[in-house]
């Protein structure tokens, strides 16, 4: 048997392996997913106080390996900070109870169409939670899931975020719209410009969504959508990665709305 493989999260079925500093103290923080043990490097033990004492207070079991054993059970590729949590899948929410989180007229959704990188989605989740948005909305298919690499990409944002996967992304914005909410997409070609666009449609329950690069929306996606949104360019490029632009359209709409009351 190869050194290290009794320590193998990848083993026990069903259970996955999130690394990093900030993806595994979020998740301890966040207490959403169920948690099987902790696997630290001990050389790296001084310095992870926090994740330490908020695992052993939540009565999860602490394993410190050495060098070689932490890097038999770590992703290969992967700077994992010399922290592996083992846990269960995230808990996704319904199309309904992704609606009903937040205060009603102040909920922001937002939905992904086409963003297959786990990075991309990891990151527009990290904007989006940061942004203060109440939930993010993914399709089933030829989408990035809530993976660890994206909880990785995220910095941890998507223990935080409620997600829902959705088989039907048009279908399921249509249900919000009948819920109240207005939605938007971003569309780099055409649609008011984000900066000079009324506050009016910034007001109530909203739903913004991205498509993928190059592709942009799809057209069943575009047609349920309430308008459309364009970040004005100046420079020579002809357009943002899905990320940059989630979060120029989130934090604008956060400067329309004025600053949370959350804490």
């Known amino acids: 048997m190869p050194r290290g493989r ?20 979020e998740a301890l923080r966040a207490r959403r997913r169920r948690l099987h043990r902790l696997l630290v490097h001990k050389g790296t033990a001084r310095r992870l106080g926090e994740v330490l004492e908020r695992a052993r207070a939540l009565d999860v079991p602490v394993e ?41 007229g102040s909920r922001c959704l937002v939905a992904t169409d086409g963003v297959e990188d786990p990075q991309n989605l990891g990151a527009v989740a990290r904007a989006a939670e940061a942004a203060g948005a109440t939930g993010l909305l993914v399709p089933e298919r030829r989408a990035a899931p809530p993976s660890p690499a994206a909880v990785r990409a995220s910095a941890g944002a998507l223990e935080l975020l409620p997600v829902s996967i959705v088989v039907n992304l048009p279908r399921s914005l249509g249900e919000l719209k009948e819920r109240s909410f207005w939605v938007y997409g971003a569309d780099a070609d055409e649609g008011e410009d984000l900066f000079q666009a009324p506050d009016r449609l910034f007001e109530g329950d909203l739903v913004l969504v ?17 308008g459309r949104l364009r970040i004005p360019l100046e420079g020579r490029v002809a357009s ?24």
Not at 78 to 89: I, T, W
Not at 212 to 226: F, Y
């Open 64 to 104: 410190e390996l050495s060098r070689e054993d932490f890097e038999a059970v770590a992703p290969p590729g992967v700077r994992a900070q010399g922290v592996l949590l083992e846990a269960g899948p995230l808990p996704l929410a319904s199309l309904a109870e992704l609606a009903a989180f937040g205060e009603p």
């Open 210 to 226: 991205f498509g993928a690069e190059g592709r942009g929306l799809r057209p069943g996606v575009k047609a349920v959508l309430d």
């Open 6 to 25: 009794e320590h193998d999260p990848g083993a026990r079925r069903g259970l996955e392996r999130l690394v990093g500093i900030h993806p595994v103290r």
């Open 240 to 263: 943002l990665n899905v990320a940059a632009a989630a979060a120029v359209v989130l934090f604008e709409w956060r400067r329309r709305r004025g600053p949370s009351d959350r804490s």
